[in-house]
């Protein structure tokens, strides 16, 4: 999951706007236009010379003969409309015609300092090595902003400037973003997902369902153990303890169970040697 260039420019009918989203039951969770959570139009983006050098997608976005000029130091961009969705940070250059899609999971760090709303972006490729990751920050500053949440609306102006209530209501709308989108599993040695387990899967917790009924009934109707199951002390775990007990020296019989008919049968040995003889060792109470 990467940033990806944006060719088409965001528009309001593009998505669902938060407060029609919140006041009735969508008609459909699955599917439908993303939901609008805030639009900040002609705001400023800044971030390194250094990064924009080395990341083209971002320095598209900028005057090219701005870019090629500036020294290393920080590089604003104006005319960017920011669209926070649910599905996405959307960058949107209206002097150049070009934009950004940016996945929230590509953003690792995300804060507000005074007036500016600072990103940490992990764009480093999925199998790339401590030494190949690539990080960028980028700031948003907001000079207005429009369609957000309802209750952050004008909270922040009498406790500090316009622009850093702009910085409040970018910064929370954001991270609500975020919550919306969390990271995608880690991928495994093999490629496969770790943390794969499903406990809510049929049988996932080993235990017999009538979802999963079928698995342990053959075609007779007769009660079966599916082939690859672990048992919890079953004949595997008995062999496996036998062998631990032999290899720690002790005798043959140590660390298996014994069963009914072998406890009856000592206590019948045991009966006709006698109680007090040196080989009863002890006698069952119950």
């Not at 996945?103 to 401590?130: F, G, H, K, M, W």
């Not at 199951?229 to 631990?244: L, N």
């Amino acid at each position: 999951m990467a940033v990806e260039p944006l060719d088409t420019a965001p528009a309001l009918g593009d998505f669902t706007l938060l407060n029609e989203y919140t006041s009735q039951t969508p008609g459909t969770f699955f599917g439908g236009l993303p939901v609008l959570h805030l639009h900040a139009p002609s705001a400023t983006i800044k971030l390194q010379s250094s990064d924009a050098a080395s990341h083209p997608d971002f320095a598209a976005l900028a005057d090219p003969s701005t870019v090629s000029a500036s020294s290393d130091g920080p590089l604003h961009i104006p005319s960017i409309d920011i669209w926070i969705t649910s599905r996405a940070l959307l960058l949107w250059s209206t002097t150049h015609s070009k934009g950004l899609t940016i996945p929230y999971p590509v953003i690792t760090v995300t804060a507000q300092d005074r007036t500016e709303v600072l990103l940490e972006l992990n764009l480093s490729a999925p199998d790339a090595s401590d030494e190949d990751l690539d990080f960028l920050q980028l700031r948003l500053i907001a000079n207005e902003v429009s369609h957000h949440a309802a209750a952050t609306a004008d909270a922040g102006g009498a406790n500090g400037t316009e622009e850093q209530a702009s910085a409040k209501k970018v910064f929370r709308a954001i991270s609500d973003c975020q919550e919306l989108n969390p990271d995608p599993p880690a991928q495994g040695e093999d490629g496969e997902e770790e943390g794969g387990f499903d406990p809510t899967a049929p049988g996932a917790t080993g235990w017999i369902t009538s979802e999963n009924m079928a698995d342990f009934m053959d075609e007779n109707g007769e009660f079966k153990m599916p082939e690859g199951m672990a048992v919890i002390g079953g004949e595997e775990d008995e062999e496996e303890s036998a062998e631990g007990a032999q290899q720690n020296g002790l005798g043959e019989g140590a660390g298996r169970r014994r069963t009914a008919a072998e406890i009856d049968g000592g206590d019948a040995e045991q009966g006709a040697e006698g109680v007090d003889g040196e080989e009863s060792k002890w006698q069952r109470t119950g």
